[in-house]
């Protein structure tokens, strides 16, 4: 089978390349180099403090999930235009997995906002001890690991949707394919299992989650970037 590849999939293609690696750059930088050295394990009120001394660096990681969230939406829809030749069904399920994921970004940074308005100055809370605001202040926080692994199962589906495709497209090498289908699913098992075992991951620790599937999308994108698709694909499998 021939498929002639369009223009439109070869400008998708940079698109995607581009969105994912500049939207996983934000967000590793606003989670470990901004938001991460402001949170204390186990302590409250000293994450407050830090909070409350970096405001600005605080709101700036909560506009970055924001990024991060805008930039999943470009590479579900640049991903959508490549993959749609090969199933229209499964690229636009794919692309609305991918959104739905983008989404539990934006609860983040509902909760991050949430938790400097229990840390503000508003009069009516100034019924609650200073204490009891911080600790609703750090729950508040600990929910954005909580949207985070609701939102994975999306995430992997979506991205074992693509790596489906892109293992019956051929635009990209068939073991980099299936290493991806592999990798996906894991992490959609993973994410079940999580969700109803809350201690799986001290069997299995939580970074193996994702972290096959989220090298699998930065080797694509590089690949796109620097390969691209290529302009006429030969399926070259027998009968």
């Known amino acids: 089978m021939t498929t002639n590849i369009g223009n ?30 402001l ?3 186990r302590n409250a009120v000293d994450t407050a403090r830090n909070i409350l001394a ?3 660096q ?8 924001l990024t991060y969230s805008v930039g999943a939406v470009v590479l579900a829809g640049a991903l959508y235009v490549i993959l749609k030749p090969i ?22 940074a509902i909760h991050l906002l949430g938790a400097l308005r229990w840390l503000g100055n508003t ?6 001890e200073a204490d009891r605001l911080q600790v609703l202040a750090r729950t508040t926080i ?12 999306f995430f992997g589906l979506a991205a074992t949707i693509c790596a489906w495709l892109w293992l019956q497209s051929g635009y990209i090498p068939r073991g980099l394919s299936i290493f991806g289908v592999i990798a996906s699913a894991w992490c959609v098992l993973c994410a079940f299992v999580y969700l109803i075992f809350p201690n799986f991951n001290k069997i299995v620790n939580d970074y193996i989650f994702d972290s096959p599937m989220v090298l699998f999308e930065l080797v694509v ?5 620097l390969k691209g698709l290529p302009r006429q694909n030969t399926d070259t499998a027998q009968p």
């Not at 690229?91 to 970004?105: D, E, I, P, T």
């Open 123 to 128: 009069p009516y809370l100034q019924v609650f």
């Open 142 to 153: 600990a929910s954005t690991f909580d949207d985070y692994y609701v939102g994975l199962p």
């Open 8 to 37: 439109s999939q070869l400008r998708a293609a940079k698109i995607a390349g581009w969105s994912y690696l500049a939207s996983f750059a934000v967000v590793v930088f606003a989670n470990y180099v901004l938001l991460g050295p």
């Open 39 to 41: 949170i204390i394990p």
């Open 54 to 56: 970096h405001q600005t």
């Open 58 to 65: 605080f709101r700036i990681a909560l506009t970055l999930f």
């Open 87 to 108: 199933n229209h069904y499964l690229a636009l399920l794919g692309a609305l997995f991918r959104v739905v994921f983008a989404m539990s970004w934006l609860l983040s």
């Open 221 to 225: 994108s590089f690949w796109l970037l």
